[in-house]
Nanobody, 118 residues
Framework: QVQLVESGGGLVQAGGSLRLSCAASGRTSVSYAMGWFRRAPGKEREFVAGIRWSDRYTVYADSVKGRFTISRDNAKNTVYLQMNSLKPEDTAAYYC???????????WGQGTQVTVSS
């Protein structure tokens, strides 16, 4: 099993920035990719960004390209999501994920709330 703990959520004004962190523990050797999803009230869960552990290859949803950056610290088994130029539509619960590869996630964190005020 892999345990994921998110932090860094909060309330920010539109145009502001936040950085989310996700610390992985447990059998992290089975996690070859990590990423972030989000779910806004009344909406479907949405993929945000992913990063492959081996070569740092990254993928992003079109809605966040150019504003969000995913990165990782191998030594700390931690992945980050730097969110800039935040918009009210970015308001959601953000979930960290880990798994065998990009798009193949089988471990989920508890989520951290991000609220962007207009």
């Amino acid at each position: 099993q892999v345990q994921l703990v998110e932090s860094g959520g909060g309330l920010v004004q539109a145009g502001g920035s936040l950085r989310l962190s996700c610390a992985a523990s447990g059998r992290t050797s089975v996690s070859y990719a990590m990423g972030w999803f989000r779910r806004a009230p009344g909406k479907e869960r949405e993929f945000v960004a992913g990063i492959r552990w081996s070569d740092r290859y990254t993928v992003y949803a079109d809605s966040v390209k150019g504003r969000f950056t995913i990165s990782r610290d191998n030594a700390k088994n931690t992945v980050y999501l730097q969110m800039n130029s935040l918009k009210p539509e970015d308001t959601a619960a953000y979930y960290c994920v880990a798994g065998n590869g990009l798009g193949d996630y089988n471990f989920w964190g508890q989520g951290t709330q991000v609220t962007v005020s207009s």
